[in-house]
């Protein structure tokens, strides 16, 4: 059988982090793309040669070559820039979706059967860049974004409760920023609905650190963005299209009829397996939800608006 293989495009930190995660979880062997020369050529050797230490069986390597990316599974997009303190993920679009554009071209070039995960912000619009630039049928294009939110609705969960993050079930649904929609009555500790466990007014706060999670880090960070969490949710993804796992996870996917969205990538939660996309489950959502979840579409919407002003000036 022919070892998966993963292209991560973008040897940044998030996508140091995609190639960590996915070599020490022995997920496949990974090629590391940058436009920097030597930077990725030398983290993937620093990463080979960690192997021997922690025991994990992943080949490496690092170049500015598409060639050496031919014949991958998967292919993760992080390569752009990313916000500074202050900054909105729309500020980045012109940049990010020349960037996205030429990287889709190149690598698909090379591997016509992958599926492609985008990370780039702002996100919604580069997964839109990514399938035109790609002409990938809807379900081998997808978005990483709700595993990043639900990660942070967990955490903050877990720490108010003081419980293990591994019972909790976050949910949530709508576009990666601060108009997403988190789901608190469909959000679970051991099955038990978090709004049992959590007064109201609290799990108000708790949702509203979760929209606005990425600036808190950007904040502390000052010079970047997270990448830890989003780099595990994208592996998270990669491993169940490799494995054809099926897990349902919230990403952002196509959907057209689904929601009544009229066809744009946004956060709902998907059957990921070996096609990709397998499957858009769709969530009962009452009149509150519905309306921030529109909201969330139309953003979403400006935002292609916006990216295709940019591709026509090409
Ligand atoms: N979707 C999410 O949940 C999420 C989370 C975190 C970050 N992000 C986004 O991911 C992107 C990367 O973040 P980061 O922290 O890794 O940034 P980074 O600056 O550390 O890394 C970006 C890398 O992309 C490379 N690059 C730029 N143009 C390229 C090209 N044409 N070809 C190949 N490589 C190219 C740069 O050289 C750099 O190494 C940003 O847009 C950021 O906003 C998204």
């Given at each position: 059988m022919k070892r998966p293989k993963i292209t991560v495009i973008g040897a940044g930190h998030v996508g140091e982090m995609c190639a960590q995660y996915a070599a020490t979880k022995e997920v496949a062997d990974v090629v590391l793309v940058d436009v920097i020369e030597g930077m990725p050529q030398g983290k993937a050797l620093d990463l080979y040669q960690a192997a021997p230490i922690e025991g994990y069986d992943a080949k490496l390597i690092g170049t500015n070559?598409?060639?050496?990316?031919?014949?991958?599974d998967v292919i993760i997009i992080t390569s752009g820039i990313p916000r500074k303190p202050g900054?909105?993920?729309?500020?980045?679009l012109e940049t990010n979706v020349k960037i996205v554009w030429d990287v889709t071209k190149k690598s698909v070039e090379h591997s016509p059967n992958a599926v492609l995960i985008v990370v780039t912000n702002p996100l919604d619009a580069m997964v839109y860049t990514a399938w035109k630039a790609s002409?990938?049928?809807?379900?081998?294009v997808v978005g990483q974004a709700g595993m990043l939110d639900i990660a942070r609705f967990a955490a903050f969960i877990s720490m108010e409760?003081?419980?293990?993050?591994?019972d909790i079930r976050a949910m949530l649904l709508g576009g990666h920023g601060d108009d997403m929609v988190p789901l608190p009555r469909y959000t679970t500790v051991c099955g038990i609905p978090v709004t049992q466990l959590i007064p109201a007014g609290k799990l108000d706060e708790i949702v509203t650190r979760t929209r606005n999670g990425g600036a808190e880090i950007v904040r502390l960070l000052k010079t970047g963005s997270a990448y830890y969490a989003p780099s595990a949710g994208t592996i998270a993804m990669a491993a169940s299209i490799i494995y054809d796992q099926k897990r349902i996870l919230p990403c952002a996917a196509y959907c057209d009829k689904e929601y009544d969205v009229g066809g744009y990538f946004v956060g709902t939660p998907t059957m990921l397996g070996a096609n990709g996309v397998e499957r858009v489950i769709e969530v009962e959502l009452n009149a509150r939800e519905k309306d921030m979840f529109a909201g969330s579409v139309k953003h979403v919407k400006q935002l292609c608006a916006e990216t295709e002003k940019v591709l026509s000036k090409r």
């Open positions: 070559s598409y060639e050496d990316t031919a014949g991958s900054m909105s993920r729309d500020e980045l002409g990938f049928p809807t379900n081998r409760i003081g419980c293990s993050v591994k």
